[in-house]
C-alpha cells in the first residue's frame, strides 16, 4: 500500500493564492506520474494537473496560466502552486500517484483530499 498525504488547503479569497503538497510514503520502488485533481460537490472528479518523472506537465484548460505543478523526483513529492483562484476552484483536491511498489507491483492510490475553498 502506498499512502498519499495532501497538505496546503484552506479558505482563501479570489484572487489569492495557495500551495497544495503531496507526500507519498510506502514500500515504493519508482512513481510514474503524480497528478492533482478535484471535485466539486455534485459534480465528477476532474483531472487539475499531472506531471511525469520526465517533467512532461498536463493541465485542465480551466487552470491554465494560473497553476504550476512541480515534482521533487529525489523525494516523489508533487506540490500544485495555485495563483489568482477563483469560487470555481473551490473542491476538494486529490493527490494520486502511479508506478510501481518495491514488489514491482503497479499502483494507482489517492490521497484523501484537502479542501480549498475560494470565496467570492
Known amino acids: 500500500q502506498v499512502q498519499l498525504v495532501e497538505s496546503g488547503g484552506g479558505l482563501v479569497q479570489a484572487g489569492g493564492s495557495l500551495r497544495l503538497s503531496c507526500v507519498p510514503s510506502?514500500?515504493?520502488?519508482?512513481?510514474?506520474?503524480m497528478g492533482w485533481y478535484r471535485q466539486a460537490p455534485g459534480k465528477q472528479r476532474e483531472l487539475v494537473a499531472t506531471?511525469?518523472?520526465?517533467?512532461?506537465?498536463n493541465y485542465a484548460d480551466s487552470v491554465k496560466g494560473r497553476f504550476t505543478i512541480s515534482r521533487d523526483n529525489a523525494k516523489n513529492t508533487v506540490c500544485l502552486q495555485m495563483n489568482s483562484l477563483k469560487p470555481e476552484d473551490t473542491a476538494v483536491y486529490y493527490c494520486?500517484?502511479?508506478?510501481?511498489?518495491?514488489?514491482?507491483?503497479?499502483?494507482?492510490?489517492w490521497g484523501q483530499g484537502t479542501q480549498v475553498t475560494v470565496s467570492s
Open positions: 494520486n500517484a502511479q508506478g510501481l511498489q518495491g514488489t514491482f507491483r503497479p499502483f494507482n492510490d
Open positions: 510506502g514500500y515504493i520502488f519508482s512513481i510514474n506520474v
Open positions: 506531471i511525469t518523472n520526465s517533467g512532461t506537465t
